[in-house]
């Protein structure tokens, strides 16, 4: 089965904070793991005698196997391939399960953007966007239902924020808004107003974040990058990032800052690791061209 973008999404998060798979499984399986509890990935390739090869996420805690899979459309052949998955790790490991196998799922939709947080269930938010799928094209005519979508994100961004930053936990709270305006980009791709304008409310919030790392890990280095984020955030924004990491990008960015476009851009850049270009995309209209055209803005 080809890999789609809700996949990507789904085993990055796995793979790179999979600490965020503990409430989830907490939630599917009844269990009470606490979110620091020891987690091993297991290989997520076995192949098979006719040479197809299975790809799926399993993890161990404890003693117990968690096999989880992420399904964007009905599958009826879903539970048949988890079962192969899970015969081929048995066969691998030398080890019979029991006679009767149950694949406890959930459903998204059945998630308020509430109950999510009440239940610790971050790893839904970049997926939060599918539930409006097959109405996105009207919400991006309808000034209205537009506004309710966008109110509905501000209200996620800020509990993402107050639930991650307060609790030091900054870096997750800017890798997760960068997954969620991944799987949005990818639902809005034809209906611009949407896209521009979620961007501008998750992905916009996350240059102001990102700034204020910036500027701790510049005083924490030397004088070179000591003023990576200047004074500004109030009177100045134009200046946001000030002198951070030399002159040169300090200023680009900070004349950027009054130009909404352009301020997305450079967040995206930013969140990337794309730090170089921002400067080509402030003074060169063709690099800027470029980049917008990149990134579907």
Request: net charge negative.
């Amino acid at each position: 089965m080809n890999n789609t973008i809700f996949d990507d999404v789904f085993r990055t998060m796995i793979e790179k904070i999979p600490q965020l798979a503990i409430p989830l499984i907490n939630e599917v399986f009844q269990t009470s793991y606490s979110e620091d509890v020891e987690i091993i990935q297991l290989q997520n390739e076995h192949h098979q005698e006719n040479g197809e090869i299975i790809t799926d996420s399993c993890l161990r805690i404890g003693k117990k196997l968690y096999h989880i899979e992420c399904q964007s459309v009905d599958d009826y052949t879903m539970a048949i391939r988890m079962i192969e998955y899970d015969f081929a790790i048995a066969l691998d490991s030398a080890r019979k399960y029991g006679r009767r196998y149950r694949i406890p799922t959930v459903k998204l939709d059945e998630y308020t953007k509430d109950k999510i947080f009440e239940k610790n269930l971050l790893m839904f938010l970049p997926f939060y966007i599918m539930r409006y799928e097959k109405e996105i094209h009207r919400i991006n005519q309808d000034q209205e239902k537009l506004q309710s979508l966008l109110d509905e994100y501000e209200d996620i961004r800020v509990m993402l924020e107050k639930e991650l930053t307060e609790t030091g936990r900054a870096e997750l709270y800017t890798n997760l808004n960068k997954l969620i305006t991944k799987i949005s980009d990818y639902i809005c791709r034809d209906e611009e107003v949407v896209r521009e304008r979620l961007g501008e409310t998750m992905g916009g919030k996350v240059l102001e974040l990102e700034s204020e790392r910036l500027k701790a890990i510049g005083e924490s280095i030397g004088e070179a990058r000591g003023k990576a984020i200047g004074e500004s955030i109030g009177e100045a924004r134009g200046k946001v990032i000030g002198e951070s990491i030399g002159e040169a990008r300090g200023k680009v960015i900070g004349e950027l800052q009054g130009e909404t476009r352009l301020g997305v851009l450079i967040n995206r850049l930013i969140l990337d690791g794309r730090s170089a270009e921002v400067q080509g995309a402030a003074t060169d209209a063709e690099k800027r061209k470029e980049l917008y055209k990149e990134y579907n803005m």
